[in-house]
């Protein structure tokens, strides 16, 4: 692809999205952890490639999460509409990419959010996940999911703060305390992983690092398959242990409270028209509940 300095215009062989900013890539340390492994990993909340990724990360992190400390910063992939290159340059040219990157990724993806009510950057719904990280680390990144869910799936302008509201709120986490956070402390930890961006040599998203104790590290650059983010961890560590884990419907529900279909198959390890056949068949049964767009759909557990 020619145009890969766009930020927004994602190559989906290549499965990254590039970011303007170039960046220096000297050697980097990272803070020492319990676990065998470290991984840090540079996102954006509207990184379409990293909503593709979704499926490896949570089989990750069921497979080898005892293991594995993850560390989540955020890279700024749109800091504005100021530049113009790549033949995306105004929002409405991204719609019909995100419609394309959705069916190469299998993860569904409306890209008419462009067209309705597009995002004028992504710093915004970034320096909310900070404050969420702030406060949780575990519910920043249920944060950070709903979010995506919000921007992919149900086209909301996630740069709002009543979408930020809302999704802090689902993710159990205190609303009033990330608003403030918003203005000050979460302000200065987002440029921080700006800086950190740019010292680890962060040139789109997803980028991931794995480290071992001694500081020996790994990077898996892009959307990749499973197995390629499984061989980084084993590289540098081959004594970690694989967790085997349920792999029935309703175990996964129990872990997570929305699936689409690829991630279902991905995490059953089944075929991915099974999987979506036996989905839809909870769905009628109304065991499930279903959100559907034009490029596919999500799966969630029943309100109590």
């Known amino acids: ?7 927004l215009l994602c190559d989906p062989v290549e499965g990254i999205c590039g970011i303007p900013d170039s960046a220096t890539n000297s050697k980097v340390t990272v803070q020492k952890t ?11 909340p509207i990184c379409s490639s990293c909503w593709g990724i ?3 990360l ?20 749109l800091p504005d509409w100021s530049y113009n290159s790549g033949g995306i340059s105004k929002p409405s040219d991204v719609a019909h990419h995100w419609d394309e990157v959705s069916i190469y990724y299998d993860m569904p993806i409306d890209g008419d959010v462009w067209l309705e009510d597009p995002l004028h950057s992504s710093y915004p719904p ?19 999911r709903f979010l995506r869910e ?13 979408h930020l509201i809302a999704a802090a709120k689902k993710a159990g986490l205190d609303a009033e305390k990330l608003q403030a956070d918003f203005e000050g402390k979460a302000k200065i930890a987002f440029e921080e992983d700006l800086k950190q961006a740019k010292k680890f040599g962060v040139r789109g998203f997803p980028t991931i690092f794995f480290f071992d104790k001694s500081g020996n590290n790994e990077t898996v650059y892009g959307t990749k398959p499973y197995s390629v983010y499984e061989a980084a961890v084993l590289n540098l560590n081959s ?64 309100a109590h």
């Open 1 to 7: 692809m020619e145009e890969k300095n766009n930020p």
């Open 34 to 44: 319990e676990k065998p492994i470290r991984v840090v990993y540079f996102t954006d």
């Open 54 to 56: 979704e499926p490896q």
């Open 58 to 77: 949570r089989k990750l992190k069921l497979e080898y999460g005892d293991s594995i400390e993850f560390e989540y910063r955020m890279g700024g992939l």
């Open 126 to 144: 970034s320096i909310a996940f900070k404050a969420a990280q702030l406060q949780d680390n575990e519910k920043s990144i249920l944060f950070l």
């Open 150 to 162: 919000m921007v992919f799936l149900e086209k909301k302008n996630i740069t709002k703060m009543e």
């Open 239 to 302: 004594k970690v242990k694989k967790n085997e884990y349920v792999k029935s419907w309703q175990s996964l529900f129990e872990k997570y409270d929305s699936l689409t279909a690829k991630e279902f198959s991905e995490l059953s390890e089944s075929q991915r028209d099974e999987s979506e056949k036996l989905l839809n068949e909870l769905w009628d049964q109304g065991i499930l509940e279903k959100r559907t767009t034009k490029n596919g759909s999500l799966w969630q557990r029943k």
